[in-house]
């Protein structure tokens, strides 16, 4: 599918990935970027950039009032269907969560059906493979393992799985293409508080700048696969503009990182020498939280040519450098 003057829009369009795909979208070329959002986790703030650029329009919607997906599906070629909860608030609030993340994914396909759109791309999560039970790489065929998953977690993913079946569910019988990407864990500019292991990086850099100890869990072994929010951005794109369809992705960086090292990258970055304070929170919301985390991204790399461009210590750099810029 060609980008470069064709109609888009990206439900959750002023989020953290949802700002992004827009950037990626309007240096691509494309005629018009349609940025619904209901403003309950999004921003517009987030999107302020965007102000004054003839092709980026802001709509107040949500998707679970299907209505307001007919209005702002009409004309469009493609949709990027990234609004939805994440673990922590929909842990919070299960009840609007699953409805948003299932119930609202339904009626994203029903009104791409109705307005003829010709694809969607679907924003998923590593976390439809659970807790890894082994060092084995994990790719796109490796069984979900939810057992071991606290309850919102586990919520979480089977509302994903879900939305990855709609995205094939659809593509078969009413012609819609369709991609889901399973994101790792998502940072960068515009960083949120909302994002489980994402917290661990924006929560110590705040904690060093106060004068307070970073915080690890256990011993700081935990790793995560760290996925900058450009690259993110990146593979949405280039997803909607591949030739694929009724296939999932890993977008990962294949990058395993202890949440140890982040601290150290903090450190470096601020000048902190600060001793992380070692201590577990039994409150606190996990997703994955072993100590071997092997995510394999040959897939996506073979079928589009995606591959990730920025590595943790330059996105949190960056990251950083955003903060800053805000006065914060």
């Keep these: 599918m060609q980008i470069a003057g064709n109609t888009f829009v990206v439900t959750g369009g002023a989020s953290l990935i949802g700002s992004h795909v827009a950037d990626q979208l309007l240096a691509a070329g494309a005629g018009e970027v349609v ?26 919607g949500d998707i679970l009032r299907i209505n307001d997906l007919y209005d702002a599906f009409k004309g469009a070629t493609g949709v990027f269907s990234i609004a939805g909860f994440l673990t922590l608030p929909l842990s919070q609030n299960p009840s609007l969560g699953l409805a948003v993340n299932v119930e ?27 807790e890894p039970e082994s060092d084995a790489l994990i790719d796109e065929t490796f069984p979900a393992n939810l057992v071991s998953y606290q309850p919102g977690s586990m919520l979480y993913s089977c509302s994903k799985l879900i939305g990855e079946a709609l995205c094939k569910l659809y593509a078969q019988k009413h012609g819609i293409e369709a991609v889901a990407l399973r994101y790792s864990t998502v940072y960068g500019e515009r960083q949120h508080y909302r994002g489980v292991n994402a917290l661990y990086i924006i929560q110590n850099y705040d904690r060093i700048v106060r004068g307070e100890r970073p915080t690890l869990p256990g ?8 996925i900058h929010v450009a690259d993110v951005a990146r593979a949405n794109v280039m997803a909607m503009a591949s030739d694929a369809s009724g296939e999932v992705f890993n977008v990962v960086s294949g990058v395993e ?9 903090l450190q470096e970055i601020t000048g902190s020498s600060l001793e992380p304070l070692y201590e577990d929170d039994p409150t606190a919301v996990k997703a994955t939280s072993s100590t071997s985390l092997r995510l394999s991204r040959e897939k996506i790399g073979k079928a589009i040519g995606w591959e990730p461009q920025v590595c943790v210590e330059e996105g949190i750099a960056r990251l950083v450098r955003w903060i800053v810029a805000q006065g914060r």
């Design 35 to 60: 940025l619904l959002d209901n403003f309950s986790l999004g921003t517009p703030e987030t999107v302020a950039h965007l102000e004054g650029d003839a092709r980026v329009r802001l709509v107040r």
């Design 257 to 265: 990182t202890t949440v140890k090292r982040i601290t150290e990258i």
């Design 219 to 226: 011993d700081g072994s935990e790793v995560h696969d760290y």
């Design 104 to 130: 609202g994914q339904v009626n994203v396909f029903e009104a791409a059906r109705y307005a003829g759109v010709k694809k969607v791309v679907f924003s998923s999560s590593i976390a439809c493979y659970g």
